[in-house]
C-alpha cells in the first residue's frame, strides 16, 4: 500500500474544474513532483492534501486513513511556501520552535529539537538571527526546518525556489535532494519549471488542465512522452506531424511535410505498435540530432559514433551561443525548421556554423519517439 493515496480525486470552483478525477499512489521516502503550468490544478491538489482546501469528490489517504474529516493542524503533513512565511517579529530559533509549541512539547525538548532542525539545513549558530538579516536562500530553509522539526509524515513544497536566482536555485537543489535522503521524508513538490522537476525527482506527475498528462520517472517523461503536450511542455523538442507510410516491427516510416521519410522507433519504451495511415507526431530532441558539415562517409570512426537512418540537407537559418551549448536552426529546402543542439567540447577552438552554412542533419530511428494523437 502506498504512504499517500490519492483516488479519484476533483476539485471545482463554479463552473471551472480545477482538478478532474486525478489518481495518485506516492510511495514512503519519495520525492515526488506534481509539474504543470500555472492554471493546471497542481497546487490545488496540493491544498487538498494540506487540508486547506476539500475535495467535491474522491478521497486522500494517509497511510490508510481518509484525511476528509482531519483539519490541517492535525494531518501530519507540513508545507513549505514560496513566500517563506516566517514570522519577521521572531528570531529563527523561535520561528522553528513554533509548530512544536502548538503541538503542547515540552519546553525542556524544545531546543535540541531547534538544534537538530537547524543542523539538519547547515543553519548552525543562525538562530539568534531574524528573518530580515537572512538572505532567501537562508530564509528558504528556516522553512523547511520549521516544516521538518515535528517530523511530518509528508513535507509539501510549493514553489518554495521559484523566488531564487538561477544560481543560489541550483545550490538548493541540491541541499534538498540531500537533505531529503538524509531525513527519508516523503517530499511532494510543486513546480512548473522542468528543469527542476527533472533534477529533483524521484517521479513526475505531468498535468495539464486539471488532469495528468504522464506519470513516471524523469529520464521516462524526458526521453518517451506519451502526447504532445508533454513533449512540449518537457524541454525542447521538435515535433514533426506526418503520416506512418510503412512498418516493419518496431520501427515506421513517417512522411513529414518538408522531409519526406522519417523512421522512427514505437516500440522501445511502450510496446505500441502502429500501422501504416496512421497519424502522429515525431517527438525529436534537439541534442539527438547530429550536425555536421558533411555527412562522414560509412565506416569512418564518426560514422560510428551515431547511426544515421535519417539524413538531410539543410541550411543554418539562425543560431544561440549559450556558452557550453550552440542552438542551430535548420531549415530544409522544402521548408521544414528543424532545432539542433551542438556542446561546444570540443579540443581546441569550438567550430561554429554561420548563418547560410550549408549542413547535413542526421539522427537515428531510436533517437525520435512516435506519439499517436
Known sequence: MALLEIQNVSRRFGDFTAVDQVSIAIEAGEFFTLLGPSGCGKTTLLRMIA?????????????????????????PVRTVFQSYALFPHMSVERNIAFPLQMARTPSAEIPAKVDAALED??????GKRYPHELSGGQKQRVAVARALVTHPTVLLLDEPLAALDAKLREELQIELINLQKEVGITFVYVTHDQTEALALSHRIAVMNKGRVEQLDQPSKIYSFPTSRFVADFIGTCNLLEGSVTASNGG???????GLGPVLVATSLATGMTV???ASGAIALRPEKIRIAASTPHAGSDAASDTAT?????????DFLYLGDVTVYIVSTPQGCKLETLLANSGAGRAKFFEV??????????????????
Not at 539545513?121 to 543562525?126: E, M, S
Not at 537512418?309 to 537559418?317: A, I, L, M, S, Y
Not at 552554412?357 to 494523437?373: C, L, N, R, T
Request: glycine share 16%; aromatic share 8%; charged share 25%.
Open 51 to 75: 487540508g486547506f482546501d476539500l475535495p467535491d469528490g474522491g478521497r486522500i489517504l494517509l497511510n490508510g486513513e481518509d484525511l476528509a474529516d482531519r483539519p490541517p493542524e492535525e494531518r
Open 121 to 126: 539545513v547547515r543553519l548552525t549558530g543562525f
Open 251 to 257: 520501427t515506421v516510416s513517417v512522411g513529414v511535410k
Open 275 to 277: 500501422g501504416p495511415g
Open 309 to 317: 537512418e535519417n539524413q538531410f540537407h539543410g541550411t543554418v537559418t
Open 356 to 373: 547560410g552554412d550549408a549542413v547535413e542533419v542526421s539522427w537515428s530511428a531510436d533517437a525520435g519517439h512516435f506519439i499517436a494523437p
